[in-house]
């Protein structure tokens, strides 16, 4: 029999998103909205709602950011008092489709609407089980969708009545665990039941449980599962706790809660992009501030410094704005070197991190940050950057500091070099697009521009980001091509190589 045309097709990858899910007493509409604009630096291309009245869904999802996607008409028809939204930044191929935005949705068993953060890394084996085994149609590219029908199949096996039990639902949790390879933190409704979420049996994609006492309803509970705790707080949420590696919560309509472990061995091994990059610094995640921890990035990157840069070779300290920020502050403060801000940032502008092509960073770079031609006149200035990716966006810099009079450009990095795929969840699938890619320091510096380039240890970052934590490790494949979930081939980095660049 022959495969449907999405297996040969396969090759979208649910890359790095902004998740939430509310259980309340009100309607649920507007307070989504909200969260999502808190998690909108986490996916500027893609976003929608879903939420539920009883046993209807109703939904609104387009490409977009989230001001400009939601009409007042949308916001109306998103009848209920629960319901879970997306963000999704842009990757390749059949994201451009509308039919690749989240939610995703099967309407059987009883209904199932399901938003993810993450990539599965077994999507070519889960396309042919879901058609040969399963018998379910696919009507994208995405591995999301492929998960909400895996979810589907696994619920649907385990029912033994008219009614759904907790108990089921993390039996077909666990399941799911079971058929399912990579990262991934979902949130997900069941009709005329509840709320559903759960996290790989790694941790490696963040997720949030908060709660609040109904004013509405004086005695309930209303709860929010969100990708971080700033969405939770900014919507006047109390953070309760991180979803444990492997556990599931299920919320019932009613506000009653139920968790339960849903994998064997499960070990917390979260991103460290999440603490370098990509959440907000106000967020909290695995019990580690984001802003604190950026701040000992730069304590650890300042000592580098201090044994590769002779002392009085730099006059002041400058941030690529704004996630290098709190690293440069601490960079400057242990180095005894004044800090000062070179670049003014234009935030109408998006992530170039974040853009799709590389013709469109370079201009975007170019639009958003505009030198001050007093702060490096006649000075050697060393700027300070979370991490080198293709080398588009310090190239740019640099030339921009060397254009408004540096003397000199020393450039350092809070993370070390990229020289390996991420296929956990963030956009850097082929590691041939890497600035770091089979270079030496000496050759990227001079590929840059720099007059000097320095690195973040590895070590250092590691220690860095856990200190005084409970997390014991990180996942770190960017820069080690170690992958922690133990199944990644070289086949499949072939595969997603030429899928990505296809």
Known sequence: MPQPEHISRLGTLSLMCGIVGIVSTEPVNQQ?????L???????DATGIVTMDDT???G???RGQVREAFRTRDMRSLLGTVGLGHVRYTTRGDAANER????????APYGITLVHNGNLTNVREL??????????HMNSTSDTEMLVNVLATELQSVISG???????IFAAVRKTHERLEGSYAVVSLIAGYGLLAFR???????????RRDSIRVPGRTEWMIASESVALETSGFTVVRDVEPGEAIFIAENGELFARSCADHARLVPCAFEYIYLARPDSIMNGISVYAARLRLGERLADTIARQVPAGDIDVVMPVPDTARPVAIQVARRLGIDYREGFYKNFYVGRTFIMPGQAHRRQSVRQKLNPMPTEFAGRNVLIVEDSIVRGTTSTQIIELARASGANSVTFASAAPPLRHPNVYGINLPTPEEFVAHNRTVEEITKDLGADRLIYQEIDDLEAAIIEDSDVKELELSCFTGDYVTGKVSDDYLSWVRETQLS
């Open 32 to 36: 989504i909205y909200d969260a999502l």
């Open 38 to 44: 808190t998690l909108q630096h986490r996916g500027q």
């Open 56 to 58: 209807t869904f109703h």
């Open 60 to 62: 609104s999802k387009t």
């Open 100 to 107: 690749e935005v989240q939610p995703f949705y099967v309407n």
């Open 127 to 136: 396309a042919d089980d879901l058609f040969h085994i399963d018998r379910r």
């Open 162 to 168: 008219i009614e759904l039990e907790p108990e089921q």
């Open 200 to 210: 790989d049996p790694y941790g490696i994609r963040p997720l949030i449980i908060g």
